[in-house]
């Protein structure tokens, strides 16, 4: 397999970052993960989109989308295989020990991965650190993933796939990689983006473009588990159903309304790969 390290399309095992790199030592960069189905990079240029909102509000300077929609046909191209997952990454580059930037250019790399098998449904827990909704990272995709690395460490131990975070204020926000959907009194909603969660591409194609009825409405961690039906989105899970929360089963599993986002995202992805 090959991979791509600021402007060259190299094999893996030559593949080299610098010691100092700051996305190593302080986790000072940015990421987007991008699935390919049938040999397909699918949302590209979403993802690609978020990645300069995340770089520039990180105060990096905006990658050349240009290049990195190259990198990833290439890197798409050299693989043998047609369905994996992409990873863009763009660190401030080089820098000191401490949390000061240098003036060296930024990294920028497309990594390649197999793409993990996903049942039609999953478990979910809930963890008790929050997410600040306030915080200077609200919907930055950065690459200091530790806190999220821990709570789906706690979800694998208790047997579930998935790790969903409250916020400060109580209310339900995300999951430690993918945004959740809930059916309560048969309204289907989803957290805000002023909770606190990441603005999703899946989330919002979703929400935009397969034609569904979705309420952005706060609501209390507690209604995940009263809910008639839920599911999680994300690049790699697509749309896939809750089965229980916190060991509790949820009544419909996958739901009509489940089921209902799931084709609509299906034949989305299969009528046009790359929505704008």
Same mark, same amino acid.
């Given at each position: 397999?090959?991979?791509?390290?600021?402007?060259?399309?190299?094999?893996?095992?030559?593949?080299?970052?610098?010691?100092?790199?700051?996305?190593?030592?302080?986790?000072?960069?940015?990421?987007?993960?991008?699935?390919?189905?049938?040999?397909?990079?699918?949302?590209?240029?979403?993802?690609?989109?978020?990645?300069?909102?995340?770089?520039?509000?990180?105060?990096?300077?905006?990658? &050349?989308?240009?290049?990195?929609?190259?990198?990833?046909?290439?890197?798409?191209?050299?693989?043998?295989?047609?369905?994996?997952?992409?990873?863009?990454?763009?660190?401030?580059?080089?820098?000191?020990?401490?949390?000061?930037?240098? &003036?060296?250019?930024?990294?920028?790399?497309?990594?390649?991965?197999?793409?993990?098998?996903?049942?039609?449904?999953? &478990?979910?827990?809930?963890?008790?650190?929050?997410?600040?909704?306030?915080?200077?990272?609200?919907?930055?995709?950065?690459?200091?993933?530790?806190?999220?690395?821990?709570?789906?460490?706690?979800?694998?131990?208790?047997?579930?796939?998935?790790?969903?975070?409250?916020?400060?204020?109580?209310?339900?926000?995300?999951?430690?990689?993918?945004?959740?959907?809930?059916?309560?009194?048969?309204?289907?909603?989803?957290?805000?983006?002023?909770?606190?969660?990441?603005?999703?591409?899946?989330?919002?194609?979703?929400?935009?473009?397969?034609?569904?009825?979705?309420?952005?409405?706060?609501?209390?961690?507690?209604?995940?588990?009263?809910?008639?039906?839920?599911?999680?989105?994300?690049?790699?899970?697509?749309?896939?159903?809750?089965?229980?929360?916190?060991?509790?089963?949820?009544?419909?599993?996958?739901?009509?309304?489940?089921?209902?986002?799931?084709?609509?995202?299906?034949?989305?992805?299969?009528?046009?790969? &790359?929505?704008?």
């Amino acid at each position: 397999m090959k991979v791509w390290v600021n402007g060259e399309l190299i094999d893996t095992d030559d593949s080299r970052v610098g010691a100092f790199d700051h996305g190593l030592t302080v986790g000072d960069g940015v990421f987007e993960t991008i699935a390919v189905r049938d040999g397909r990079p699918l949302a590209v240029t979403r993802h690609l989109a978020r990645l300069v909102r995340s770089a520039v509000a990180l105060g990096l300077p905006a990658p &050349d989308t240009g290049s990195l929609r190259t990198a990833v046909d290439e890197v798409t191209t050299a693989a043998d295989v047609t369905d994996v997952v992409l990873r863009v990454v763009y660190t401030s580059g080089s820098g000191p020990l401490g949390s000061d930037r240098g &003036d060296s250019s930024p990294t920028a790399a497309v990594l390649l991965g197999p793409a993990p098998e996903r049942p039609p449904s999953t &478990d979910v827990v809930t963890v008790p650190w929050p997410r600040n909704e306030r915080g200077a990272l609200v919907g930055v995709k950065t690459t200091s993933y530790a806190e999220n690395v821990l709570a789906l460490s706690e979800a694998r131990r208790q047997c579930a796939s998935e790790a969903i975070f409250a916020n400060t204020a109580g209310n339900l926000c995300e999951g430690s990689g993918s945004n959740v959907f809930l059916v309560l009194d048969g309204r289907l909603m989803t957290p805000p983006l002023s909770a606190g969660c990441l603005a999703g591409v899946t989330r919002a194609l979703v929400i935009e473009r397969c034609g569904l009825d979705v309420a952005e409405r706060d609501v209390p961690m507690t209604a995940l588990a009263a809910a008639e039906e839920a599911f999680l989105t994300s690049a790699t899970r697509n749309v896939q159903a809750i089965r229980r929360v916190d060991g509790r089963g949820l009544p419909r599993c996958p739901g009509p309304r489940t089921e209902e986002a799931a084709a609509a995202y299906t034949a989305l992805q299969q009528t046009d790969p &790359d929505p704008s």
